[in-house]
Each structure stands twice: as structure tokens, then as C-alpha cells.
């Protein structure tokens, strides 16, 4: 038996523990945002984030510069939920119904992130990055219709304008907002609206 002492554990670097502690802050400081605009607070300044946060204003602005990044990160955060339902495959063959199971896929996925794309909309206005993102999730939503559609049916000019309106954003927010309907009574006014249509 060996008369050395045991060697002791190496603590680890500071550093290390500084990284993490950051990592922690940042975390907690997207979750207390979230947790604030979908309680309803459509654009909550930076002492309400570090106070839900239960961190230092100075350390919401060490992790972010400014409000806007921190849009940025949460914009990343609800992209990944959303890619889920974007990729589960359709439950139809035929191109109408594919359709129409789009309305219940994105009645879900505007529930989940509606109360965000509502704040950054009193943002965008005065954030380029905003605008570009609400305009590439326009555009992406489009896309995907599109690629449900046959050829003739996406070459109808009109017929696309009109469903690309009925699945929007927009006219979910104003069913449920506006007109106060529940989500399963908009989710029937939009299937009985786009069925007429297509069919």
C-alpha cells in the first residue's frame, strides 16, 4: 500500500463557475420575458425583467444591450417550440384537407406565440431585425401553404391571396380578439370559410 496521500479533488477554474452563473442569468432572464408579455405585459421595460428575473438591471444589460437582443433571443427560443408542429406529418393525401389541418396546426402554434409577436409589434416600428423577422415568418408560413397546394392551384393568384390571408396571424389575432371568439369556435370559422374556397 502506497504511503503517498490521496491526491484532492482539483476545484474547478472560476471562471468556469463565472460562465455558468452567466448562463443561469441569461436563462433566467428570456424565461422572466416570456413569463411577463404572456401574462400580458405587451412591452415590459428592463427593471420589470430584472425584477421577474430576480437579477440586477446591470446584468440584464450585461447579457443584452438593449431590448431588441433580447427579442432576438426569445425570437430563437419560439422558433425551435414551433418547428415541432412543422415538421409532424399531414394526416391526409388529399391537398384540401392538408389545408384545412393546417388551420388546426397553426391555431395551436398562434396560441402559443401570440402574445410575443403582439409585443414586438409595438417594437417594430423602430427595430429593422423585428420587421425582418415578422416578415420571414410571413414568408415562411406562405411557403409551407404553397407546398400543400397543386401547381394551378398555387398559380391562381387570387385563391392564394385569399387562403394566405385566412391563415394568417392577422385574422387568428382578430377572431380571437376582436370578435372574442373562442379558439375551437375560430378554428370552425376558418375551416367552414377555407372548405368553401378550395372546394
Same mark, same amino acid.
Request: hydrophobic share 35%; proline share 7%.
Given at each position: 500500500m502506497s504511503d503517498?496521500? !490521496?491526491a484532492l479533488p482539483v476545484p474547478p477554474?472560476?471562471?468556469?463557475?463565472?460562465?455558468r452563473r452567466g448562463e443561469d442569468n441569461r436563462a433566467k432572464i428570456i424565461a422572466a420575458m416570456l413569463e411577463l408579455i404572456y401574462s400580458g405585459e405587451v412591452a415590459p421595460g428592463a427593471e420589470l425583467v430584472a425584477q421577474r428575473a430576480d437579477v440586477g438591471l446591470r446584468t440584464v444589460f450585461r447579457h443584452f444591450q438593449d431590448m431588441e437582443s433580447l427579442y432576438?433571443?426569445?425570437?430563437?427560443?419560439?422558433?425551435?417550440?414551433?418547428?415541432?408542429? !412543422?415538421?409532424?406529418p399531414f394526416r391526409s393525401s388529399d391537398w384540401r384537407e392538408r389545408v384545412v389541418e393546417l388551420i388546426e396546426r397553426r391555431s395551436w402554434a398562434f396560441e402559443k406565440v401570440g402574445p410575443f409577436l403582439r409585443a414586438s409589434a409595438a417594437f417594430r416600428h423602430r427595430s429593422k431585425f423585428l420587421d425582418a423577422d415578422y416578415a420571414n415568418f410571413a414568408r415562411a408560413l406562405r411557403l409551407i401553404l404553397k407546398r400543400q397546394v397543386p401547381a394551378d392551384v398555387a398559380r391562381d393568384q387570387l385563391k392564394m391571396e385569399a387562403l394566405d390571408l385566412l391563415l394568417s396571424f392577422e385574422t387568428w389575432s382578430r377572431l380571437r380578439r376582436e370578435q372574442g371568439l373562442s379558439s375551437r369556435r375560430a378554428r370552425q370559422v376558418l375551416e367552414a370559410t377555407v372548405r368553401r374556397l378550395v372546394e
Open positions: 503517498r496521500p !490521496a477554474p472560476v471562471e468556469d463557475g463565472r460562465r432576438r433571443e426569445m425570437s430563437v427560443v419560439i422558433a425551435r417550440g414551433l418547428q415541432i408542429g !412543422a415538421e409532424t
